[in-house]
């Protein structure tokens, strides 16, 4: 196993940190979705990120990584906006 494959599973275990409270505040009906996109958005690309590190050994991996940090990249700009207003 190398450096890139435990930083991969280092990602997916963040992201299933992050997507827990959110999950919890929809179920409290503590957050609506308006709320969520940002952090299901992040979610969404620190696994992708995380999967293209992890589990990719091909020379799509980059590629792939480099959309799921495009995603957070969006996700951050969509929670400053709402932070914003």
């Known amino acids: 196993m190398g450096a890139e494959q435990y ?6 275990l963040t992201a299933v940190i ?3 409270p959110v999950i ?4 409290a ?3 609506d979705y308006r709320f ?10 620190l696994a992708t990120t ?10 799509k991996q980059t590629s792939i ?3 799921g940090v495009a995603a957070m990249l969006v996700s951050l700009l969509f929670a400053q906006a ?3 207003r």
């Open 50 to 59: 995380g999967v293209a590190f992890a589990f990719v050994q091909s020379d």
């Open 29 to 31: 009906r503590e957050a």
């Open 36 to 45: 969520a996109w940002a952090p299901v958005l992040f979610f969404l690309g």
């Open 65 to 67: 990584a480099v959309a």
């Open 7 to 12: 930083a991969g599973y280092f990602m997916l």
């Open 18 to 20: 992050i997507a827990i």
């Open 82 to 84: 709402k932070v914003s």
């Open 24 to 27: 919890f505040q929809m179920r």
